[in-house]
């Protein structure tokens, strides 16, 4: 099994632009989650998904917007890149809501410049 | 609201010596707890979690947390630390909504030098 895979790895944007980071899990994961990495301020949530067809906030959802695909795959949208949005990006997912363990893609680190 | 603080964000320690690395949690109800790791350049791996059974918890690699209500603290520890301890460590603990949302701490970067 790959686990959680996102894509892509890298990648730099200008000012302004969009883009898309996508995130799929292949253990039949009922949640998925989307976080941010600062330099210490530890793991923030964005955004995440109870199951599949529902979406909502984390703790800082501003400037981001997110589509749960299907079961699989749980999609990150900067629709304006700013600079504040560098960061490293991890998707995560678990069994069911209330199982709390959750499993870590290897993350994608955006540099807006 | 839950809160997770650790205390120190860098902790260098010698090979071979005891690793301590201190979490304090705030919930209104007991809550679950997880310490994970991250490696350079990679993702978040579980270490161990605090689920209510028992309270002294082990976990992967020879690390071990103790959970103590009555100082609200799950601090992570290994009596013999290895070149290859050398990461990020991170502390969370659930919301207990029904989301599964973690709440992490700062994390503590942990040195061990030779």
């Known amino acids: 099994n790959a686990g959680v895979t996102q894509t892509p790895k890298f990648q730099v944007l200008k000012t302004g632009q969009s883009m898309t980071l996508q995130c799929a899990q292949d253990?039949?994961?009922?949640?998925m989650y989307w976080y941010r990495q600062d330099p210490g301020m530890g793991l923030r949530l964005i955004y995440y998904s109870a199951s599949e067809g529902t979406t909502d906030k984390g703790e800082v959802p501003n400037g981001y917007n997110v589509s749960r695909l299907n079961k699989r795959e749980f999609s990150l949208r900067l629709e304006s890149a700013a600079p504040s949005q560098t960061s490293v990006y991890f998707c995560?997912?678990?069994?069911?809501?209330?199982?709390?363990?959750?499993?870590f893609g290897p993350g994608t680190r955006l540099t807006v410049t | 609201a839950q809160s997770v603080t650790q205390l120190g964000s860098h902790v260098s320690v010698s090979e071979g010596a005891l690793v301590l690395l201190r979490c304090n949690y705030s919930s209104s109800v007991p809550p679950y707890l997880f310490w994970y790791v991250q490696y350079p350049n990679q993702g978040l791996q579980l270490l161990l979690k605090?689920?209510?059974?028992?309270?002294l918890v082990k976990g992967i690699n020879g690390f071990e947390a103790e959970f103590k209500k009555s100082e609200t603290s799950f601090h992570l520890t290994k009596p013999s630390a290895h070149m290859s301890d050398a990461a990020e460590y991170f502390c969370?603990?659930?919301?207990?909504?029904?989301?599964?949302?973690?709440?992490f701490g700062q994390g503590t970067t942990l040195q061990v030098k030779p």
């Open positions: 969370a603990v659930s919301d207990l909504s029904n989301t599964g949302k973690l709440i």
């Open positions: 995560a997912s678990s069994v069911r809501a209330l199982s709390y363990e959750q499993y």
């Open positions: 253990m039949n994961h009922n949640s």
């Open positions: 605090y689920t209510s059974a028992a309270t």
